[in-house]
Each structure stands twice: as C-alpha cells, then as structure tokens.
C-alpha cells in the first residue's frame, strides 16, 4: 500500500504561481512512477504529467508543456508539481497517483491521493 497526500492547492490570480506537494507515505516511493491529473466538475480525471520511477524521463500534456514541472525528492518521498503562468483553465482538482510505469492513462496507476483544489482567477 501506498498512502498519498496532495497539498499547495489554493486561489492564485492569473499569471501566478503555484506548486503542489503530493507526500508519499508506505511501500517504497523510489519504486513507483509518479504522475499528476486534474479534474473538474463533471468531467473526466485528464492527465497532466508524469515523472519515471527512476525520475530520468517525464512525460506532459500538451496544454501545461512549458508551463508546469513535475519532479520528485527521494529523501523527502514527495513528488512536486511546479506551475507557472497560470490560466483560469488550469482551475480543477489536483491529483497525485502512483502505479507502476509513468503513463498518461488514468487506469494505469494504482494508487491515489484525495486531491487539492486550485483556482486561477481572472
């Protein structure tokens, strides 16, 4: 088992900053792939990004390429996600999620944390 807990999540204007902690806790945290997703209202759980067991290769959506960063610290087994120039349509739910390969699909990770909300205003 694998118990996951997002933080950072908070209201922040358009063009700000944010960086989200997603803090690992049980099985090893070096052996998981890491990734985050985002979800809204009525809407399906999208990918955002995704980061190797080994951290050497990270994968993006194409709508925060550029703009968010996702990395992990072993020591503190917790997994980041550094946003920058934020949009209102960054506004959802943030999740962290572990599994075992660093994939885009939802189905591929076996573990989860409760999420953070994050809102960008206009």
């Known amino acids: 088992q694998v118990q996951l807990v997002e933080s950072g999540g908070r209201l922040v204007q358009t063009g700000g900053s944010l960086r989200l902690s997603c803090a690992a806790s049980?099985?090893?945290?070096?052996?998981?792939?890491m990734g985050w997703f985002r979800q809204t209202p009525g809407k399906e759980r999208d990918f955002v990004a995704a980061?190797?067991?080994?951290?050497?290769?990270?994968y993006y959506a194409d709508s925060v390429k550029g703009r968010f960063t996702i990395s992990r610290d072993y020591a503190k087994n917790t997994l980041f996600l550094q946003m920058d120039s934020l949009k209102p349509e960054d506004t959802a739910v943030y999740y962290c999620?572990?599994?075992?390969?660093?994939?885009?699909?939802?189905?591929?990770?076996?573990?989860w944390g409760q999420g953070t909300q994050v809102t960008v205003s206009s």
């Open positions: 999620a572990a599994g075992p390969r660093s994939d885009y699909r939802v189905d591929e990770y076996e573990y």
């Open positions: 049980g099985r090893t945290f070096s052996s998981f792939s």
């Open positions: 980061i190797a067991w080994s951290g050497s290769r990270t």
